[in-house]
């Protein structure tokens, strides 16, 4: 089979089954699973497949619709420029939460002390050291398989840095001790309206751990918590940042003014959803 004859088969496969983005897709599956490069995809359409590559790539598709995730299928995804490991334990990293992540890279410098809670597979904590120097990380999470992967991800990213990132368990603060202080809290926790769960995609709804999906009844239980004892783990004039749902900010925002922070201000995605809120604990 040709290359672009496995592509185009690919593809429609995938747009039959409904997947979003089926072009990006099987894009990745014949170039990852097949012996392509991208650019021989483009400038070499007519070269012939083994048979065994087409098998391959083919098993693929038949196993991602069904709808497992195909960053689960690969074992791994991008996220700010790395290549994370990923696994039912956690959350698959999104562009989304790279808004988040960029949004502390704007504002904290060298030598910052970051507090990543709820960290899942880590890529925020970890990208965020791998892109700053002499920074100390702690990420927290109440799941021992989320943060043996974490632990991988920070094995396989940070190399020399290692050393400056811990991941402990607990659930949020309760992980941390009393002279635990940040100089930045960062959080993507769960935001998902209970009653909303059932009515997520398959690769969201069964394939992502409920734990991370699951915000309580009206998706706000973890920024309660969160904002409310933010307090003892942060600087004065130190940074909260959150991941929140497109209809969250303006939930989100009063409950951090009511908690003590100031120049609370929103940041929206690529596709001008609400996506970060973002404010300042009050020195006074």
């Known amino acids: 089979m040709k290359i672009s ?26 170039t990852e699973y ?10 070499d359409p ?8 087409v098998l391959c790539a083919e098993d693929v598709v038949s196993r991602r619709i069904t709808g497992i995730p195909l960053q689960h299928i690969m074992g791994k995804t991008g996220f700010m420029g790395f290549d994370f490991r990923v696994s039912p334990a956690a959350l698959v990293p999104r562009p989304d939460t790279e808004i988040l992540t960029e949004e502390v890279l704007k504002d904290y410098h060298d030598g910052s002390r970051i507090l990543d809670l709820c960290t899942g597979s880590g890529c925020i904590i970890v ?13 927290t999470d109440i799941s021992e398989d989320a943060l043996a992967l974490a632990a991988e991800n920070a094995d396989m990213i940070l190399a020399d840095k290692r050393e400056r990132l811990e991941f ?16 930045v809290i960062v959080s993507n926790p769960p935001y998902i309206r209970t009653a909303d769960i059932e009515t997520l995609s398959t690769e969201v709804r069964d394939h992502d751990p409920r734990i991370a999906l ?27 940042l959150l991941e929140i749902g497109y209809d969250q900010a303006e939930d989100v925002t009063k409950i951090m003014k009511a908690n003590g922070f100031i120049e609370v201000q929103t940041v929206k995605d690529f596709g001008g959803n609400d996506r ?6 009050s020195a006074l």
Do not use: P, W
Request: charge should be negative; glycine fraction near 12%; aromatic fraction near 6%.
């Open 34 to 43: 097949a012996g392509v490069t991208l650019s021989e995809m483009f400038t």
């Open 214 to 240: 699951d915000g309580g009844e009206d998706g706000l239980d973890f920024y309660r918590r969160i904002i409310t004892g933010a307090a003892e783990h942060l600087q004065k004039g130190g940074d909260l």
């Open 46 to 53: 007519d070269r012939e497949l083994a048979d065994d590559m």
């Open 5 to 30: 004859d496995l592509k185009k088969e690919i593809l429609k496969r995938l747009e039959d089954a409904g997947i979003q983005d089926a072009e990006t897709e099987a894009r990745m599956i014949v």
């Open 168 to 183: 402990r368990k607990g659930d949020l603060y309760d992980a941390l001790s009393q002279d635990d202080v940040f100089d």
């Open 127 to 139: 990208s965020l050291l791998a892109l700053m120097n002499d920074c100390y990380g702690v990420g």
């Open 276 to 281: 970060v809120v973002r404010g300042i604990l």
